[in-house]
């Protein structure tokens, strides 16, 4: 596996010549961000998608009387 900093490299050397350095951080921050949640759903500590969907509609059909 590349270096962080080779990581970064190839990042930038992705993008525009003509992009800014909010550019540079906003794509550094979305690819950390992603690998996090990936890490994060590969250690099994998410919430499976039907089980929100059935928090979300208990908590609609209670008016909301149920939230944290």
């Known amino acids: 596996m ?4 080779q ?6 050397s992705s993008l525009p ?4 350095v909010e550019d540079i951080h906003y794509h550094l921050y979305v690819r950390e961000t992603i690998l996090h ?3 994060t759903s590969d250690e099994r ?4 998608q039907d089980q929100v969907e059935r928090m979300v509609k ?3 059909q ?3 009387k149920n939230a944290p």
């Open 2 to 5: 590349a270096s962080a900093k």
């Open 7 to 12: 990581q970064a490299l190839d990042l930038i």
């Open 17 to 20: 010549d003509d992009c800014t």
């Open 37 to 39: 949640r990936i890490a």
């Open 45 to 48: 500590s998410f919430i499976p």
């Open 58 to 60: 208990e908590w609609r």
């Open 62 to 64: 209670s008016n909301g």
